[in-house]
């Protein structure tokens, strides 16, 4: 069964760094394009992150965290990883990971297979 599970969420003051983390079964990560996306409540989703299939060193981020996060992939652990630093309130959703065949505008309507999210609340 193709699935994703999300981890390390979590409480955060602002200026503060979380790591999460995005692990892959049933299929092969290496295969596919992967994007972090996150959905505050009464929000819609939007796409954060995106990480090429070709190469680990094709990324994407949308405008509002560039420069603050970057993501990053381990195929032999089958895992994408989000590293987020100076964490703003704005911040605050849950994210969660899906894949497609390319990254593009990172919509959401393009991706799939998403996985339960984890909870990054980011307040003092």
């Known amino acids: 069964q193709v699935q994703f599970v999300e981890s390390g969420g979590g409480l955060v003051q602002p200026g503060g760094s979380l790591r999460l983390s995005c692990k892959a079964s049933?299929?092969?990560?290496?295969?596919?394009?992967i994007g972090w996306f996150r959905q505050a409540p009464g929000k819609e989703r939007e796409g954060v992150s995106c990480i090429s299939s070709s190469s680990g060193s094709s990324t994407y981020y949308a405008n509002s965290v560039k420069g603050r996060f970057t993501i990053s992939r381990d195929n032999t652990q089958n895992t994408v990883y989000l590293q987020m630093n100076s964490l703003k309130p704005e911040d605050t959703a849950v994210y969660y990971c899906?894949?497609?065949?390319?990254?593009?505008?990172?919509?959401?309507?393009?991706?799939?297979?998403w996985g339960q999210g984890t909870q990054v609340t980011v307040s003092s």
């Open positions: 899906a894949r497609a065949g390319r990254c593009g505008t990172i919509a959401t309507t393009t991706f799939g297979s």
């Open positions: 049933g299929f092969t990560l290496a295969y596919y394009a």
